[in-house]
């Protein structure tokens, strides 16, 4: 079913009584108008589908809209997934003010093509078809279609019926289809009750594949549904495409608050926020648009209240181009790139539109010379994926941008995102931490770090490690930069782990001065001696008559060198440290690997005062673990495995 369908869909616009839905039934055999009251009435007031047959056999999608001007918003939650337009004109009213209207938000969407049918050919005469056909591309002129084609046609007569489909066939195979790759998303058209399937929702999928049995998200109320059946067209399939009117089966969404504007899409991927960066046209026929005017903000299917905030200046003038931040009352998803639309509340008109740049979640305050700027940014980077991962993780800040923030932002999947990140020259990829910085931050967080261990140090001026958690953050510094610039460190080799959680930084062992290389000498050979009742370092000053101050300094350098270990108060020396825990394995080993203290203490002639925290820095090396009671030896854990082979000898 899906391959024969072209995922290219065609809409009408025009004024209201110009014909659009006489001219869809007449091209495709099908009355759109689905409503009671607009077959009583003879008034569309709401979007109407139907498929149109080309040549091949294949089928192609057709939306009629509403021409009255109080359906404008039904209009564009039509014209939004749209790639060519049917401009529709009266050759007896020619061009009306909706055709104005109707042309401007076709320009202002990114329709990419446009077909006009001079439509009641048969109720004037040559010179009056004449006349409105040069009015028509007098109108146009001031657009992008400017080239557009115009057919002569009559719904009665059926004159140019033939050709119009014909134009239309061609315009439409040439259009590229919408990828089926990537999240999917559709915006919802239309949400309706069968009995015996539950809820069904309609739309135009903009982006993306879904399946029978998909999970689907509904943005903004976060609801999720199990995609029961598909069908396109009228008939059933088993995947729903970008740039086909779909129709899915979601019995699960009986209790979720499914509405029009709503978004259908794979989960996780896209965000939905109440302030909107857009770049914006401001059209030319406006009295252009003041900071903190109330507009009526139009993206998707979705119609939202809200205030327009310029970010230059204080006005935009008419026909200007710049960068705004949309203030709504209630969230809207949206994905970079999606065009959208601006009218005004009173009176309600179109007044501008243009591209969505980024959604931003919640409520916060902001500077709007600094938002104009991250912008800006935005607006240069363009399509291209890799300058615009750039400038999110750039103006994420000194903490970077995880792999979700980038995906997020630019609608992509993680993986996508985490691709673009490692391309980028100027990023820094931090695997621990799945986070993205930029090269500058890096350095910065580089010079920080160092600037924090000199700090910390001060007092012990020959020390070369530190505790990662005494390594000072801040907001120019913040914990996800300190881990990510110790790792890049490491793996540079200029910084090396050592155990406790202690970093140890390798320029700083610098050979030392006399004095400080023989103090350091006899502070270890005093600690080796007293063995397995080790000395604090205010006891061991007093012995070797050195202050106390200096043999923190002193002992912090031993450390770094691997000769003494810092156990609670106490200091030993490398070999009797090994000793005990090679003595712990052992009384292990012969206790079906439950450590006999009193049996340990009796051999290493201590007491209850050094035996304790020695036991509990075994267990923070991860050699044994305190539970029930017991404390058992891991015998699976890097510790033991790396004192095995010494215990052979």
């Keep these: 079913m899906t391959r024969a369908i072209v995922p290219v869909m065609v809409g009408t616009a025009g ?76 050759a007896d009213d020619s061009v009306m003010p909706q055709t104005i209207e109707h042309v401007e938000i076709l320009s202002l969407l990114g329709v990419r093509r446009v077909l006009v049918a001079l439509t ?31 057919v002569r046609v009559s719904s009665v007569t059926r004159q140019g019926i033939d050709e119009l489909r014909a134009k239309l066939e061609v315009l439409a195979l040439a259009i590229p289809p ?22 069904v929702v309609t739309g135009v999928p903009v982006s993306g594949t879904v399946h029978v049995g998909d999970e689907l998200e509904f943005l903004p109320n976060g609801g999720r549904v199990r995609v029961r059946a598909i069908q396109a067209f009228g008939g059933p399939v088993d995947r729903a495409v970008a740039g086909h009117s779909t129709a899915l089966s979601v019995p699960d969404a009986r209790d979720l608050e499914v509405h029009r504007g709503v978004v259908a899409a794979t989960p996780d991927v896209f965000v939905a926020g109440e302030h909107v960066d857009v770049e914006l046209d401001v059209l030319q026929r406006t009295h252009g648009i003041a900071h903190r005017d109330p507009i009526r903000f139009h993206v998707g299917t979705a119609e939202v209240l809200g205030v327009i905030s310029v970010l230059e200046g204080e006005r935009l003038a ?13 969230p809207v998803v949206a994905a970079p790139g999606d065009r959208f639309l601006l009218r005004a509340m009173n009176p309600p008109r179109t007044i501008g539109g243009g591209v969505v740049l980024q959604i931003v979640e919640g409520h916060g305050r902001y500077r709007r010379q600094r938002v104009a700027e991250q912008v800006r940014a935005l607006v240069e980077a363009g399509s291209n994926p890799l300058q615009r991962v750039f400038e999110i993780v750039r103006h994420a800040g000194p903490a970077g941008a995880s792999v979700a923030d980038v995906a997020r932002a630019l609608a992509i999947q993680d993986d996508e995102a985490r ?14 931490g799945h986070r993205a910085f930029t090269k500058e931050s890096l350095g910065d967080g580089k010079v920080a770090l160092v600037e924090s261990v000199d700090r910390l140090l001060r007092d012990r001026p020959i020390a070369a490690s530190i505790s990662r958690s005494a390594l000072r953050t801040t907001r120019d510094f913040p914990p996800e930069l300190k881990d990510a610039v110790l790792d890049a460190l490491l793996a540079d080799g200029a910084v090396r782990s050592l155990a406790n959680g202690r970093v140890l930084f390798v320029e700083r062992l610098r050979p030392l001065e006399e004095a400080d290389r023989v103090d350091v000498d006899r502070l270890v050979e005093h600690c080796e001696i007293a063995a397995y009742r080790p000395p604090t370092p205010a006891e061991a000053g007093v012995t070797l008559g050195i202050g106390e101050a200096r043999v923190q300094n002193l002992a912090a350098r031993a450390i770094d060198e691997g000769r003494l270990e810092a156990v609670g108060e106490h200091l030993y020396g490398a070999t009797p440290l090994r000793s005990v825990l090679l003595a712990i394995c052992a009384n292990c080993l012969a206790n079906s690997e439950v450590l006999d203290i009193p049996k340990l203490r009796d051999e290493l002639t201590t007491s209850r005062k050094y035996l304790i925290p020695l036991l509990e820095h075994v267990d923070g090396l991860g050699l044994t673990r305190l539970r029930g009671g017991e404390r058992r030896l891991l015998v699976q854990s890097d510790a033991f495995a790396a004192l095995k082979p010494l215990l052979a000898k």
Excluded: Y
């Design 318 to 330: 008419a026909g200007a181009r710049s960068v705004a931040r949309v203030l709504l009352d209630e």
């Design 178 to 199: 919408r990828t089926a790759d990537g999240p999917f998303r559709m915006p919802v058209q239309r949400v309706f009750k069968l009995e015996g399937i539950g809820t």
């Design 15 to 90: 004024h209201i009584d110009h014909g659009k839905s006489s001219l869809v039934r007449a091209l495709t055999g099908i009355d759109p108008d689905r409503l009671k009251e607009e077959k009583e009435r003879g008034l569309t007031i709401d979007l109407g589908f139907a498929p149109l047959l080309l040549k091949d056999g294949r089928r192609l999608g057709m939306i009629d809209v509403p021409g009255h001007e109080r359906f404008v918003k039904n209009m564009v939650a039509g014209c939004t997934s749209l790639d060519l337009a049917l401009l529709v004109v009266a």
């Design 419 to 432: 691709s673009f990140v490692r391309q980028h020259d100027e990023l820094h990829w931090h695997e621990r």
């Design 120 to 150: 009641k050919i048969d109720m004037v005469d040559a010179e009056l078809a004449d006349l409105a056909e040069t009015e028509v591309r007098e109108l146009l002129a001031r657009t992008p279609f400017t080239d557009a084609e115009i």
